[in-house]
């Protein structure tokens, strides 16, 4: 069964770091390609970030030069570095992978909520 599951998250001032983590199960982790999504309040979930299974990252606009995403090929877990973390961050993270190589991603963990506020 796979099984992803997100930690890192918390409350955090503007200006700060987090690092979210998601270790996965259940799956050839090497071979997955990896994402991050957030949903904030009354808002669709949107796409944050992406990491092939070969190490090539995408990032969302929005958070370009301030979020950096990786993987850790030897501990199944991908992370997500948040630096100068904004309010309009505020959002559950939830990581996610494909059950089929060119799937949609279909797999989701629980998500982790990420608060930043003064």
């Known amino acids: 069964q796979v099984q992803l599951v997100e930690s890192g998250g918390g409350l955090v001032q503007p200006g700060g770091s987090l690092r979210l983590s998601c270790a996965a199960s259940?799956?050839?982790?090497?071979?997955?390609?990896m994402a991050w999504y957030r949903q904030a309040p009354g808002k669709e979930r949107e796409f944050v970030a992406s990491?092939?299974?070969?190490?090539?990252?995408s990032i969302t606009y929005s958070v370009k030069g301030r979020f950096t995403i990786s993987r850790d090929n030897a501990k199944n877990t991908v992370y997500l570095q948040m630096n100068s973390l904004k309010p309009e961050d505020t959002a559950v993270y939830s990581c996610?992978?494909?059950?089929?190589?060119?799937?949609?991603?279909?797999?989701w963990g629980q998500g982790t909520q990420v608060t930043v506020s003064s």
């Open positions: 996610t992978t494909r059950s089929t190589g060119s799937g949609p991603y279909d797999i």
């Open positions: 259940g799956i050839i982790f090497s071979m997955s390609a």
């Open positions: 990491i092939s299974r070969n190490g090539v990252s």
